[in-house]
């Protein structure tokens, strides 16, 4: 089956660091979501590309986060500087509109101490 | 604004027993609903979809989920639970002019013997 991956599965960092999330979406997808999980706030989308353009980013705090395709197999997701705040479960998906049909990576377990 | 509810954060229900997750939504448009399911640290897996046609959409692991446009619903049934269904189920639905998928907060399934 085919398969989003995201690397890397865990990150432990310091506060101040940067911090680089990957994405390689499904072949042939044109659309590529980022997301974060908390307990407290859920499932927050940050941000989202079609055909490697950004959409919208409204999502993001964008003094220190920045989402990028810098082509169509990759995505990444950008911190800097890190805060303790940020640590939470960042998911990219990605999905086509031929179809609706949207597959979520396995997630990065982002820990800032 | 463009949102999904899903009014009940935790559902309980015996082994055997029917199942029901409830999920509402408030869209411009035709609605383009989806229901994912999360099981512990892992990602969102996607169950069903409804685009159009039928009102009742069949999906993976013997659910099914009802479109009713007049209630603006769309729950998720299973006629017999098992106790491995328990996980985290999340409706979605596509928003922003079709381009972004915005979630519900989670249900949170437990099947008991």
């Known amino acids: 089956d085919a398969r989003v991956t995201q690397t890397p599965r865990h990150k432990v960092t310091e506060m101040g660091q940067e911090v680089t999330m990957r994405c390689q979406p499904i072949?042939?997808?044109?659309?590529v979501f980022w997301y974060r999980q908390t307990m407290m706030q859920g499932l927050e989308l940050l941000a989202y590309?079609?055909?490697?353009?950004?959409?919208?980013d409204s999502g993001m705090p964008k003094d220190r986060f920045s989402a990028e395709m810098p082509d169509a197999t990759l995505a990444t997701l950008k911190i800097q500087p890190s805060e303790p705040r940020d640590s939470a479960v960042y998911f990219c998906?990605?999905?086509?509109?031929?179809?609706?049909?949207?597959?979520f990576g396995s997630g990065t377990r982002l820990t800032v101490v | 604004a463009q949102s999904v509810a899903q009014p009940e954060d935790q559902v309980n229900v015996a082994e055997g027993n029917p199942l029901t997750v409830k999920c509402t939504y408030s869209?411009?448009?035709?609605?383009?609903l989806f229901w994912y399911v999360q099981y512990p640290n892992r990602g969102l897996q996607f169950l069903l979809k409804?685009?159009?046609?039928?009102?009742l959409v069949k999906g993976s692991y013997g659910f099914e989920a009802e479109f009713n446009k007049s209630q603006t619903s769309f729950h998720l049934k299973k006629p017999s639970a098992l106790v491995s269904d328990s996980a985290l189920y999340f409706c979605?639905?596509?928003?922003?002019?079709?381009?972004?998928?915005?979630f519900g907060t989670g249900t949170q399934l437990k099947v008991e013997l």
């Open positions: 998906a990605s999905g086509s509109q031929l179809n609706y049909g949207y597959t």
């Open positions: 072949l042939g997808h044109n659309t």
């Open positions: 590309f079609r055909n490697r353009a950004p959409l919208d």
């Open positions: 869209v411009s448009g035709n609605p383009y």
């Open positions: 409804y685009i159009t046609g039928d009102n």
């Open positions: 979605a639905a596509l928003t922003g002019g079709g381009n972004k998928l915005t």
